[in-house]
């Protein structure tokens, strides 16, 4: 069940960055579009984070390694550390950006949810475990 989590988790990483990129292009254009676009990106952000954070909880890379190694050496670490608390808090403020960015989406403030949106972006991309990142690195689709 824990790599079927891991696998959605991942596949919606893929839909997030696109919906993401997607809704970004919209605000720049003020492209009425927006307002959907950007439903579908925050609750894909949302469901993405319930998964993560059941992860999080159950898996063993963030609270029940801190709980076994402590946090000190945990932090130590620049494994498990990225997977225990950099992943989870950079993600979290990506969906917060997210969030916010909706809203100004919802009232057509198009400048501020391009730049909100942007810095979503940017807080999402470094925070991913990308394959070529060394020893914290996750296939580009697990599974296949």
Request: hydrophobic share 55%.
């Given at each position: ?11 919606l990483r893929w839909v997030i960055l696109i919906l993401l990129i997607l ?39 963030g609270l029940k390694m801190i709980q076994k190694s402590g946090f000190g ?72």
């Amino acid at each position: 069940m824990y790599n079927g989590l891991l696998h959605l988790h991942n596949v919606l990483r893929w839909v997030i960055l696109i919906l993401l990129i997607l809704s970004l292009f919209q605000a720049f254009a003020k492209n009425q579009g927006l307002k959907k676009t950007s439903l579908w990106l925050m609750i894909t952000a949302h469901i993405t984070l319930v998964l993560g954070v059941s992860q999080w909880m159950i898996g063993d890379v963030g609270l029940k390694m801190i709980q076994k190694s402590g946090f000190g050496t945990v932090m130590k670490d620049s494994v498990t550390r990225f997977f225990a608390v950099e992943h989870f808090a950079g993600m979290l403020i990506g969906i917060i950006l997210i969030t916010i960015a909706r809203g100004k989406a919802k009232k057509l403030s198009y400048g501020a949810a391009s730049w909100l949106y942007l810095i979503a972006l940017i807080v999402i991309l470094v925070t991913i475990p990308w394959p070529f990142r060394e020893g914290i690195g996750r296939p580009w689709f697990p599974g296949m």
